[in-house]
Structures are given as C-alpha cells and as structure tokens.
C-alpha cells in the first residue's frame, strides 16, 4: 500500500511518502509536529509538538488519523476529529497546515 501526503498550501506540489513498498515504515505510526522526533516535522507555531498521527495498517489496508491531543486540533474534510479513518482523496488539516491523503495500490 502507498500512502502519500499533498502540502496543499505549497507553491509546488510537494508529496510526502508516508508508506510505500520501497520505503516501509519501521513501526505503524507515523506521528506529525514541531518536535524532533516527529517523522513530519511541520516548523508552526500553531502545530503542536506532537500532534496526530497516521496508522497505517498493511494488514487491513487501512489508514486512521489520530489526534494526539493537539492544542489547535486535527480535521478530516474541515469536521474536527479525535479519530477516524481516511479515505483516497481526504483532505486533512493539521491545525492550519491542509494536507490531502493519496492512498493507493501497491504498484
């Protein structure tokens, strides 16, 4: 399975590996924020220091986003969420970072 995050408010389009059989993750979350060990780090003020993250699960070929008790919030198609599953094509807000999710076949 390969999953992909759009910057959305980038001049260019700038994707972001989450997963992909070439690059697999070493553990099933892959956590967003401004802190260091974030595997996205996002350099905002308003996005917490650790503050979702993305579970992918290979097995179930699904995608959840979860939201690690962010001061700013987490947004799936502008509804705020604690947690839920994505879909291809969702549109994901990290405090006001919009991101969209690409999920596909592994090729």
């Known amino acids: 399975m390969e999953v992909t995050l ?18 697999s993750l070493a553990r ?15 350099p905002s003020r308003f996005v917490s220091r650790h503050h979702c993250e ?18 700013n919030g987490t947004y799936v198609n502008e509804a705020p ?8 094509g969702d549109r994901l807000r990290v405090a006001c970072i919009p991101f969209e999710i690409r999920i596909g076949s592994a090729k």
């Not at 099933?28 to 996002?42: H, M, N, S």
């Open 54 to 71: 993305l579970i992918v699960d290979e097995r179930d070929r699904h995608v959840r986003i979860r939201d690690l008790g962010s001061q």
């Open 81 to 88: 969420v604690d947690e839920c599953e994505l879909k291809n």
């Open 6 to 23: 759009e910057r959305l408010d980038q001049p260019e389009d700038v994707g972001i590996i989450v997963d992909s059989p070439e690059i």
């Open 28 to 42: 099933p979350e892959f956590v967003i924020g401004r802190a260091g060990d974030c595997q996205l780090q996002i």
